[in-house]
Nanobody, 118 residues
Framework: QVQLVESGGGLVQPGGSLRLSCAAS???????MGWFRQAPGKQRELVAT???????NYADSVKGRFTVSRDNVKKTVYLQMNSLKPEDTAVYYC?????????????WGQGTQVTVSS
């Protein structure tokens, strides 16, 4: 079955960096993938997407600060987050993504908590 395991989150000061990883299994990985995040009391939102060929898209709020990448052999997608802001605090999830940036799988992983605070 589909399995998505996120890791790499943690507590970081504003301006700091984190790299998130998402290990995927149970489906053909060479499809577009995305990172999503959800803060308490807020809707889950799309952060970034990447196609199997490496084409990327980013939410305006993270453009220039975050970089999404993938390793199709390891079946892992990454999110390098630089210049982190308190507004980036959320639980981050990965999922396959449609061309319109919507999640494909209904089963989400546990996510990984990112907290940006002094």
């Amino acid at each position: 079955q589909v399995q998505l395991v996120e890791s790499g989150g943690g507590l970081v000061q504003p301006g700091g960096s984190l790299r998130l990883s998402c290990a995927a299994s149970g489906f053909a990985f060479s499809i577009p993938m995305g990172w999503f995040r959800q803060a308490p009391g807020k809707q889950r939102e799309l952060v970034a997407t990447i196609t199997s060929g490496g084409s990327t898209n980013y939410a305006d709020s993270v453009k220039g600060r975050f970089t999404v990448s993938r390793d199709n052999v390891k079946k892992t997608v990454y999110l390098q987050m630089n210049s982190l802001k308190p507004e980036d605090t959320a639980v981050y999830y990965c999922n396959a993504a449609t061309s319109t940036g919507r999640p494909v799988f209904t089963s989400w992983g546990q996510g990984t908590q990112v907290t940006v605070s002094s």
